[in-house]
T-cell receptor, first 113, second 116 residues
Framework: DQQVKQNSPSLSVQEGRISILNCDYT??????FLWYKKYPAEGPTFLIS?????DKNEDGRFTVFLNKSAKHLSLHIVPSQPGDSAVYFC????????????FGTGTRLKVLA | SAVISQKPSRDICQRGTSLTIQCQVD?????MFWYRQQPGQSLTLIAT?????????ESGFVIDKFPISRPNLTFSTLTVSNMSPEDSSIYLC?????????????FGPGTRLLVL
């Protein structure tokens, strides 16, 4: 049973436009969520996180939105740049600090120049 | 940030054999983990590597199949024993270290394993 789902395996966006990556989860005990970015032949790198007490967290061009009632989070990248082309994983855990994350299967983002 | 290296970066192995993957970190870290990513699947936590004691395995993973060592705070090994084609995966070492915003989890580049 996949507790964290990324239903879009891939996404293409024009440079300068907004990229929206979506993630759904089923476990209502999850209260800490993260996004990781992965380039080929490299390990995932941490991008941004959000705890359940917030519904939005911003870091530069990256914003994560959390809708707890819908068990849905999204990552917005504005404006998108070609260097953002990578695989993006969302992850969730029942508490920050445990580092026992459940990962989604990833969405491959391609930003077209 | 923590810099993690893994050896080998990739390997092709015959079924029934074993492979040991090494993970080296450039600084002392408190927590180290081993993950697996099977083709088309998400990253799955195998175990937490505990320094000086037995690893803590997640449901579905056992020590006989994935023995783990962690002799010090910068090094760990994962052995994939008696391999079958189903073990073909990317295996990733992960650590918790101090980043710009506090504790952050870092991942190594992964070891790509193909079992024939």
């Amino acid at each position: 049973d996949q507790q964290v789902k990324q239903n879009s395996p891939s996404l293409s966006v024009q440079e300068g436009r907004i990229s929206i990556l979506n993630c759904d989860y089923t476990n209502s005990m999850f209260d800490y969520f993260l996004w990781y970015k992965k380039y080929p032949a490299e390990g995932p790198t941490f991008l941004i996180s959000i705890s359940s007490i917030k519904d939005k967290n911003e870091d530069g061009r990256f914003t994560v939105f959390l809708n707890k009632s819908a068990k849905h989070l999204s990552l917005h990248i504005v404006p998108s740049q070609p260097g953002d082309s990578a695989v993006y994983f969302c992850a969730a855990s029942e508490a920050s600090g445990t580092y026992k994350y459940i990962f989604g299967t990833g969405t491959r983002l391609k930003v077209l120049a | 940030s923590a810099v993690i290296s893994q050896k080998p970066s990739r390997d092709i192995c015959q079924r029934g054999t074993s492979l040991t993957i090494q993970c080296q970190v450039d600084s002392q870290v408190t927590m180290m983990f081993w993950y697996r990513q099977q083709p088309g699947q998400s990253l799955t936590l195998i175990a937490t590597a505990n320094q000086g004691s037995e690893a803590t395995y997640e449901s579905g993973f056992v020590i006989d199949k994935f023995p783990i060592s962690r002799p010090n705070l910068t090094f760990s090994t994962l052995t994939v024993s008696n391999m079958s084609p189903e073990d073909s995966s990317i295996y990733l070492c992960s650590v918790v270290g101090l980043g710009g915003g506090g504790e952050t989890q870092y991942f190594g580049p992964g070891t790509r394993l193909l079992v024939l």
